[in-house]
């Protein structure tokens, strides 16, 4: 039996949300790439042909969806790691995952991008890697600049896989994990940076001799060791 009302009525979206997507598919789309600025208000008002009040209120909403950011004329389209890792942050600070399951996700993309990098036998790929490497050895090295070098290693390693999207969703990881991390460097203090130091070094070697099984369990020793015994556990005894 055909229904009397087969069809919905048809929903006309404001002005500015119109617009507001055709600016969201020209940044999904790659049409305004990553860190492009956007024109004036009253350049994309003539261009849409709509008043600036609906221009602002588009760029409110992209602001809003985390499309854009910036102020006045120094708007420009955000990268996708930024919304990633918002959204993984909240995640976890509104307890829909526990920091243990970002753990664990981080270990199973991390150990495939690793062994994938060691497969392609990618030399050239590990420079940026070594050199964090070598800022992490140094005999001065600060908790700071540890880290910073740390992070810059893991995410250097994932690129090396050639697999763009492991390389995001590693990005994505280091900003929702990265306050943690630090913490747990400052309460650890030098025999730990040390022993984290050797684990990169163990790690690079391995995926440069292209062990792809084994780079992958000694990444999961490395960064489960880390947090469980620095981190998470940690984090939970304050959470009780």
């Known amino acids: 039996m055909v229904s009397a009302r087969p069809f919905q009525a048809v929903v006309r979206n404001p002005l500015y949300l119109q617009v507001a997507e055709r600016i969201r598919e020209a940044i999904l789309s790659g049409g305004l790439a990553v860190g492009d600025a956007l024109p004036p208000e009253r350049e994309l008002a003539e261009q849409f042909g709509v008043s600036r009040a609906s221009i602002r209120e588009a760029l409110r909403a992209l602001q809003a969806q985390g499309l854009v950011e910036g102020k006045g004329k120094g708007l420009v389209a955000r990268a996708a790691s930024g919304l990633l890792s918002e959204a993984l942050t909240h995640v976890v600070r509104l307890r829909l995952a526990s920091l243990e399951d970002l753990v664990e996700l981080r270990c199973v993309v991390e150990a495939a991008a690793l062994e994938r990098a060691a497969r392609r036998g990618a030399p050239g790929r590990l420079d940026a890697a070594r050199q964090a490497l070598e800022a992490m050895c140094r005999p001065d090295v600060t908790v ?3 880290h910073e070098a740390d992070v810059r290693f893991h995410i250097e390693l994932v690129a090396a896989s050639g697999n763009r999207a492991m390389h995001l969703v590693m990005l994505a990881m280091r900003d929702a994990m990265s306050r943690h991390l630090l913490e747990a460097l400052r309460a650890a203090g030098p025999g730990v940076m040390r022993r984290l ?4 070094v163990a790690l690079l070697d ?5 062990d792809a ?3 992958s369990q000694r990444l999961r020793e490395h960064i489960q060791g880390f ?9 939970a005894a ?3």
């Open 206 to 210: 391995a995926v440069e001799r292209g």
């Open 144 to 146: 700071e600049a540890f």
């Open 238 to 240: 304050v959470g009780r």
């Open 213 to 215: 099984e084994g780079v």
């Open 197 to 200: 130091a050797e684990e990169h």
């Open 227 to 235: 947090y469980e015994g620095s981190v998470v556990a940690p984090a």
